[in-house]
């Protein structure tokens, strides 16, 4: 049996025990297209994910806040006056703010900014009530 080598290949030689092992570029462009599908649909799936948490977290900084304004009307009979400000509870992904705040009543809504401006979801209220609006049904749940 005689050893393949660069000098005993033959031009059009059938001998297929000499031809080199390996991939071809098709079968590597194909495996990349693969990965790289793989890669878009997992990167979108982390990136909800991520908006998802963002959501929630301002969700939470809405209650907490909510809480604070209840506990200063248990004790003062109204909600204006209340020390509670929402500076300390904004943070780059949403800025909460009073849209309403009265003596009976308040109203809290979060807006999205820096990246979460791409969320579908928008701009979520919460009032006395403990009422919650979002802006886009099927969000904010």
Known sequence: MMKCSPFNIQKNSHNTSCYKQGFTL????????????LVQVAYSSYLNTIQQ???YEAQQSM?????????YYSRN?????????????????YTLAFSTLQDDEFTISATPTGGQTNDDCGTLTLDYRGDTTPSTSGCWK
């Open 26 to 37: 098709i079968e590597l462009l194909i495996t990349i297209a693969i990965v790289a599908i």
């Open 63 to 71: 209650i907490e806040l909510s809480q604070q304004l209840e506990r």
């Open 77 to 93: 009979g109204v909600y204006s006056g209340s020390n509670a400000t929402v500076g300390i509870y904004s943070n780059t992904h």
């Open 53 to 55: 948490s963002y959501r």
